[in-house]
């Protein structure tokens, strides 16, 4: 299950705004049960602080993952990765990325350079420091859904349109695009939830079925909460489902049953 829990983390993160107020605020907090068919695999948290970077107040974004029970004994994984960013442009200052994964890890901080298009990169597993240009607007791996849930453009989409943005990962830029599916209900813990479903482009091959394989469920109200995220792997699938939240900045809209 390496990497997926990374997916769970990012997209965990994903939604979109069409309103003009932020769609979440310092507070908001959230948590996934991960499940690899019949098996609890783990949970995935994320969290929303506030922090100060270059003498101004910023959004402090925390995503953790890690594997609980049999799949820790099979599988450990304990993931911890976080954003710094602007609370007005969304863009990033600094993020983390300290990862275990079966004894697979990494231990680094990225600093952007907006003025110069630059982001240094500290490895402190490896003991190296270097830097990458970046274009305008680029965002870390954790800023990007951020940004994304109150994208200026999301209200106008239509069923089969992609958005395209420029993301920062594993020392080089990458366009993250993601398409559109459109609306469903769908049955949750808490009730029926509407939801608009999106499709972000993966690359297929040694993890995922095909290029469309993961689908992601978001409320379709003020909060673009994700719901239910859900990928197709060469060996069976994986999904993760919204299992708790605190914070919201607006009300979780639940359908009654008629």
Known sequence: MKKLFIFVLFI????????KEKAFDVGEWFKFRIHYGLINAGYATLEVQESTRNNKKVFHAIGRGYTTGVSRFFFKVN?????????ETGNPYQYVRKIDEGGYTKNQEGFFNHSKNQVLVKDYKNKTE?????????????????????????DKINIGDSVVIDMFFDNETTKF??????KQDIETKFGIVPTMVFRPLVQSGRIFKEQESLTVWISDDDNKL???????????????DLEAFKGLKYSFKVKVKE
């Open 79 to 87: 993931d911890n990765y976080e954003s710094y960013f602007d609370k």
């Open 226 to 240: 994700p719901v239910r995220i859900q990928a197709s792997l060469v060996v069976g699938s994986i999904k993760a």
């Open 177 to 182: 695009k993601l398409k559109y599916i459109g």
């Open 12 to 19: 965990s993160t994903f939604g979109f705004g069409t309103q």
């Open 130 to 154: 270097n830097t990458y240009l970046f274009p305008e607007n680029t965002q870390d791996i954790i800023s990007a859904f951020y940004y994304l849930r109150n994208h200026p453009t999301i």
